[in-house]
């Protein structure tokens, strides 16, 4: 399973800005890798794993701006098609850490 965060957030005042990198950074301390500006995902072995991070990322939600989350199976993860330009692009996205089971 796949987590993925959207986000667009304020960046005008420089108070702005340091709470858009605190956010940023917050959820990178917790396994997310960026896939997009402003769009970060993160590899879960289960449901239940992917809740707790997704109760982190709620943990830390700004006062201000948009954020999303959402929940992909591999398969669904894996059918997408990425793009650069017109030429198609293939990026393997795999675990990020070992996990025995």
């Given at each position: 399973?796949w987590?993925?965060?959207?986000y667009?957030l304020?960046?005008?005042?420089?108070k702005q800005?340091?709470?858009?990198?605190?956010?940023?950074k917050?959820?990178m301390?917790d396994?997310?890798t960026?896939?997009q500006?402003s769009?970060?995902?993160?590899h879960?072995?289960?449901?239940?794993?992917?809740?707790?991070?997704?109760?982190r990322?709620?943990a830390i939600?700004?006062d201000s701006?948009?954020i999303?989350?959402?929940?992909?199976?591999?398969?669904?993860f894996?059918?997408m098609e990425l793009?650069h330009?017109t030429?198609e692009?293939?990026?393997e996205?795999?675990?990020?850490q070992?996990?025995i089971?």
């Amino acid at each position: 399973m796949w987590v993925l965060v959207f986000y667009d957030l304020p960046t005008e005042t420089k108070k702005q800005r340091k709470v858009a990198a605190g956010f940023r950074k917050e959820i990178m301390k917790d396994g997310f890798t960026m896939f997009q500006f402003s769009i970060y995902l993160r590899h879960c072995p289960s449901k239940e794993n992917a809740d707790v991070h997704i109760r982190r990322v709620k943990a830390i939600l700004p006062d201000s701006g948009m954020i999303g989350i959402m929940c992909v199976t591999d398969k669904q993860f894996g059918a997408m098609e990425l793009f650069h330009g017109t030429e198609e692009h293939i990026k393997e996205y795999g675990p990020q850490q070992l996990e025995i089971f």
